[in-house]
């Protein structure tokens, strides 16, 4: 018998310590969100007074020709503004796309016994993560999401590893996308002076994970958040949302655009991938490329799954800006750091916007 939902900590065993999920209270038939999920009014997502972003997503065929430079300058305006873009022709097959939201639906389909073997405490693997919300113990609400994290070492681990329903689409995912994710870093390091060649590849996307994330149908999507306001804490990430959109993304208050302030929703474009900008991106580059605040909605009508790449440096990795820039710029305006650091310092807060690169800020009083 599922318990009752009015109780938090009765709640939030069946969810978390369970491994029951978001979908495990959905499936129990509820007809209104428990209190615990309903985000303070401020962090509620007003789906009706959001406009949609309109910039056209960037062919990334154009690199290999005449048009290389024109592409280059398109990412790279991109990145120096909303930390968001999406590209097509990107190398990623698009039946390869369509596999794997199938995947991510067919995974959070399982028994819940069958996903809550990977839950942190007890996951036969390091690399496997089955969980709930964000860091549940430290949320003043929880969002409305379940996902399974998958962390990539070599292709032999990943297929040990990884859960057998989704590890072949998973790291075909992530093989098929190396080049476009080379591609871009190429572009946007270039632009501050940096080369990427193979030996220094590593400092900027050693370390890569692939999620599945999925977030059940809500009955009151208006009082709940899929994922709250925050920056992603690497180096890019793509994602492949499905057709039912909700991904919002905030436009900086500091860059010549429209909208400042705002929050615009990133529609979902056949066969596209998102691209956005992450905290490690923004260190680099001494600010000037921006790690997109964004969030997601929930939805009444139907489950949406979406699936991203994380790349980041490897837990070693010492992080600071670039010097050529800092240089330039005359001021460094983030201290130098071990990324591990960062990451613990990211994963032991609740989400709560770009808070996460006050670690790394240096202020300039």
Not at 26 to 44: L, N, R, T
Not at 283 to 299: D, F, L
Not at 343 to 355: L, P, V
Request: with cysteine; net charge negative.
């Amino acid at each position: 018998m599922a318990p009752s939902f009015d109780n938090e900590s009765s709640l939030f065993n069946f969810v978390v310590r369970d491994g029951n999920g978001v979908k495990g209270i959905v499936d129990s038939g509820i007809s209104k969100v428990p209190q615990a999920y309903i985000q303070p009014h401020a962090e509620q997502i007003d789906k009706k007074s959001a406009s949609k972003c309109e910039i056209p997503p960037i062919d990334l065929s154009k690199l290999d020709g005449p048009d290389h430079d024109e592409v280059v300058n398109q990412i790279v305006r991109a990145a120096e503004t909303l930390g968001f873009f999406q590209v097509v022709n990107h190398g990623v097959p698009v039946q390869l796309l369509d596999s794997l939201k199938q995947t991510a639906h067919n995974f959070f389909s399982l028994p819940a016994e069958r996903k809550a073997v990977y839950r942190k405490e007890v996951s036969p693997s390091p690399l496997v993560k089955y969980g709930t919300s964000f860091v549940p113990e430290k949320e003043r609400a929880l969002e409305w999401k379940d996902y399974i994290s998958m962390a990539y070492t070599n292709d032999d681990e990943a297929l040990q590893q990884w859960p057998i329903e989704c590890r072949d689409v998973a790291l075909q995912f992530l093989k098929t996308s190396h080049e476009m994710v080379r591609n871009l870093l190429e572009a946007l390091l270039g632009n501050l002076g940096e080369e990427l060649d193979d030996s220094k590849i590593d400092a900027f996307i050693g370390k890569k994970m692939v999620n599945m994330n999925f977030y059940p149908t809500c009955p009151n999507p208006e009082l709940t958040v899929g994922v709250g306001r925050h920056s992603d804490m690497g180096t890019l990430t793509i994602l492949l949302q499905d057709g039912i959109g909700g991904l919002y993304v905030k436009v900086p208050e500091d860059v010549d655009m429209e909208k400042k302030g705002e929050w615009v929703e990133i529609p979902p474009i056949p066969g596209a991938l998102v691209i956005n900008v992450g905290d490690m991106l923004q260190i680099w580059s001494n600010g000037r490329y921006k790690s997109a605040e964004h969030r997601v909605r929930t939805t009444s009508t139907k489950s949406r799954v979406s699936i991203p790449i994380f790349t980041s440096p490897l837990p070693t990795q010492k992080v600071a800006p670039l010097p050529q820039v800092v240089k330039k710029d005359g001021v460094a305006r983030y201290r130098e750091f071990v990324f591990s650091n960062y990451m613990n310092s990211f994963f032991g807060n609740a989400h709560d916007g770009k808070k996460s690169l006050e670690f790394a800020q240096i202020n300039s009083n």
